[in-house]
């Protein structure tokens, strides 16, 4: 089964960072945040098509020095990014029948397979998942009928004027002619454009349970960042080479970097190379790669 994976958006939301680094290659518990999802998709999926743009041969580098095992990995480029839904209409090629499709930046417990069960199951054109949050107007809202056929679909909804506190957690099932819906060669929003025109022709959605954020923002990256420490079991991930001299507080990840005496890092992401001076206090902090951290900061992305 074939699997698209976009991962081509400029997350400008996540700069300076990502003038550094693609959103997908940003690391959370350890690991580039797309190595999660990669990792949970279902044994039946054995090929990944990554719709790629923004940065793609960072991307394309990290496979290839970190091959998938069991899964062929193809890569298409939009040379200007052509939106959700372009994106999947320009890697039509590359796919050969009802597929699954996720946003790159998910991490969850989502399970495809039952999406595409679904999907079978009602001879639907899409089913999405589903997750319940508090505030929805953020986000992709859904009115879903007691037989989970998708009546509405509104992105983004004013406060107030959302349907439900059901949000689209970018992760579908999608029937193959779908592609002959999405224009080629054009930008074109999924949220906006193709769901709308699928809710007439027939489709569903599916709660889970279980954790879900996307991580498209500092905070939401640093969410992300503590939902699989503690997952695991763990308040703190610290590279083999890291070199720690401070104190690590949860939930914070360390890759190979320095933590000088007296500093003390709290849920935080510290990247590569960058070293944390004597005394600083990093807080709820982002510190991309090679970064000299010589002042204290809380809630900040330094890159
Ligand atoms: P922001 O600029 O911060 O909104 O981030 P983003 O560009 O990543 O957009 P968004 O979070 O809405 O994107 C959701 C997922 O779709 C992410 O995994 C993006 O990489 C991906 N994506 C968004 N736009 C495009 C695009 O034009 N092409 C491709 N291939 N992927 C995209």
């Known amino acids: ?15 300076p960072l990502t ?12 690991r580039p945040m797309i190595m999660h999802l990669i990792d949970s998709l279902p044994s039946e999926v054995d090929k990944v098509v ?46 050969s029948g009802d ?3 996720f946003n790159g930046d998910i991490i969850s417990s989502v399970e495809p397979m039952a999406l595409y069960g679904m999907l079978k199951e009602k001879s639907a054109k899409a089913v999405i998942s589903l997750w319940k949050v508090e ?30 506190n059901l949000i689209s957690a970018g992760a579908y099932a999608l029937s193959y002619d779908v592609l002959d819906l999405i224009p080629s060669g054009r930008v074109v929003s999924l949220e906006r454009k193709i769901w709308p025109i ?3 022709k027939g489709m569903y959605g599916l709660p889970f349970e279980g954790y879900w954020t996307d991580a498209g923002t500092p905070e939401r990256v640093l969410e992300a960042n503590a939902i699989l420490l503690r997952n695991t079991g763990k308040e703190a991930i610290v590279d083999e080479n890291a070199d720690v001299r401070g104190e690590v507080l ?29 005394g600083v206090k990093v807080k709820d902090c982002i510190i991309g790669p090679k970064m000299d951290v010589k002042r204290d900061c809380e809630g900040e992305v330094i890159a």
């Open 99 to 101: 597929f699954l499709a």
């Open 1 to 15: 089964m074939e699997a698209i994976v976009l991962a081509g958006g400029f997350g400008t939301r996540l700069r």
């Open 19 to 30: 003038y550094r680094m693609p959103k997908a290659l940003v690391p959370v518990a350890g």
């Open 250 to 278: 949860p939930y914070s990840s360390i890759g190979n970097a320095v933590v000088k005496d007296g500093a003390v890092v709290e849920n935080s992401i510290v990247m590569d190379g960058s070293t944390v001076k004597s």
């Open 50 to 95: 990554m719709a790629v743009s923004y940065m793609r041969d960072a991307l394309e580098s990290h496979f290839k020095e970190n091959p998938v095992d069991g899964v062929e990995m193809v890569f298409v480029e939009e040379r200007e990014a052509l939106g959700t839904g372009g994106a999947i209409k320009n890697v039509e090629k590359e796919i």
């Open 135 to 164: 505030y929805p107007s953020h986000y992709g809202v859904v009115d879903l009928g007691p037989d989970m056929r998708i009546n509405r679909f509104v992105e983004k909804p004013a406060p107030g004027e959302e349907p439900s």
């Open 198 to 200: 699928l809710v007439e």
